[in-house]
């Protein structure tokens, strides 16, 4: 069964600073999608990660994944409030009848304080 | 249009009545999901239909039942639910979801945010 673990599963964090969240699955994949979710509201896709050394950013985030390690890290770089929000990375494999399943990681709560 | 639409947003209901939740896109995908979504907690595979036919199928209690009547409605229908079946009930769909395509990114509904008392 697949396993996809964050960390940390709660950050606070001070405006200006960095920060890099963890994201760990169990099983062999080289898809892993990045999404944002805010309180009360669906989720949003940040990245799209489709290959072992794949580095994606977008403003002050920036994603990057090791299939070998299998191993996804999401970087904050000089955090603002907006940032605030739920983050969850989902690793993409193949289920038993040939179709995408989708696996959420636990995510991170991030708070970003002024 | 490159959105997925939920209806309703809000629904409460009691565990005796028969309600259903509607799916829609427009993107021309042809790989539609249900996930349900507790507090706090990350979204849970429920069903996956691929090409209008029903692939997946996560366990599901049969008091929740999938249909797809073309390729651009997905619906849920519930019947007999349980309180603790209250959660955010999201939909999603992908260009493919095959898994020979190169990747299916998928895209989220706003969610209906369902009660049962």
């Known amino acids: 069964e697949l396993k996809v673990e964050q960390n940390p599963l709660f950050l606070s964090m001070q405006e200006g600073k960095n920060y890099t969240i963890y994201c760990n699955y169990s099983t062999t994949s080289d898809r892993l999608y990045w999404y944002r979710q805010d309180p009360g509201k669906s989720l949003e896709s940040l990245f799209v990660l489709l290959s072992n050394g794949a580095v994606k950013q977008e403003g002050r985030l920036m994603a990057s994944l090791d299939t070998k390690a299998r191993l996804s890290t999401l970087h904050i770089t000089a955090a603002v409030h907006d940032l605030s929000a739920t983050y969850f990375c989902a690793v993409d494999m193949e289920s038993n009848f040939g179709n995408e399943k989708l696996t959420f990681g636990t995510g991170t709560r991030l708070t970003i304080i002024p | 249009d490159t959105e997925v639409t939920q209806t309703p947003k809000h629904l409460v209901m009691g565990m005796t009545n028969k309600k259903s939740l509607k799916c829609e896109q427009h993107m021309g995908h042809r790989a539609m999901y249900w996930y349900k979504q507790k507090a706090k907690k990350p979204p849970e595979l429920m069903f996956v239909y691929s090409y209008e036919k029903l692939s997946i199928n996560e366990s599901v209690p049969s008091r929740f039942s999938p249909e797809c009547p073309n390729s651009s409605l997905l619906n849920l229908h519930l019947h007999a639910l349980q309180p603790e079946d209250s959660a955010l009930y999201l939909c999603?769909?992908?260009?493919?979801?095959?898994?020979?395509?190169?990747?299916?990114?998928?895209?989220f509904g706003p969610g209906t945010r369902l009660t049962v008392l």
């Open positions: 999603a769909s992908s260009l493919d979801g095959q898994w020979v395509s190169s990747y299916n990114e998928q895209f």
